[in-house]
Nanobody, 118 residues
Framework: QVQLVESGGGLVQAGDSLRLSCAAS????????LGWFRQAPGKGREFVAA????????NYADSVKGRFTISRDNAKNTLYLQMNSLKPEDTAVYYC???????????WGRGTQVTVSS
């Protein structure tokens, strides 16, 4: 079992930056594929970004490409999502996800709210 705890959400203005963190426990961190999803009010969950177990390969949704950066620190068992040039449409609950295979996620955190005002 993997436990994931997100932090770093908040209320910001359009154009601001925010960094989300996700602390993972319960399994060897470096062996986990990791990612972020989000869910806006009244919408389904949407893929945001993913990082391979190797830490080398990354994937991004077109809507965040060039603005968001996913990274991991295996020494700290922590996943990050650096979000720049935030837009009101980025408003959502952001979820950290993990799995034992790249791009296959079995575990979800409880989420952290990000609100971007115009």
């Amino acid at each position: 079992q993997v436990q994931l705890v997100e932090s770093g959400g908040g209320l910001v203005q359009a154009g601001d930056s925010l960094r989300l963190s996700c602390a993972a426990s319960g399994r060897t961190f470096s062996a986990l594929a990791l990612g972020w999803f989000r869910q806006a009010p009244g919408k389904g969950r949407e893929f945001v970004a993913a990082i391979r177990r190797s830490g080398v390969g990354t994937n991004y949704a077109d809507s965040v490409k060039g603005r968001f950066t996913i990274s991991r620190d295996n020494a700290k068992n922590t996943l990050y999502l650096q979000m720049n040039s935030l837009k009101p449409e980025d408003t959502a609950v952001y979820y950290c996800v993990a799995g034992s295979m790249d791009l296959v996620f079995d575990y979800w955190g409880r989420g952290t709210q990000v609100t971007v005002s115009s």
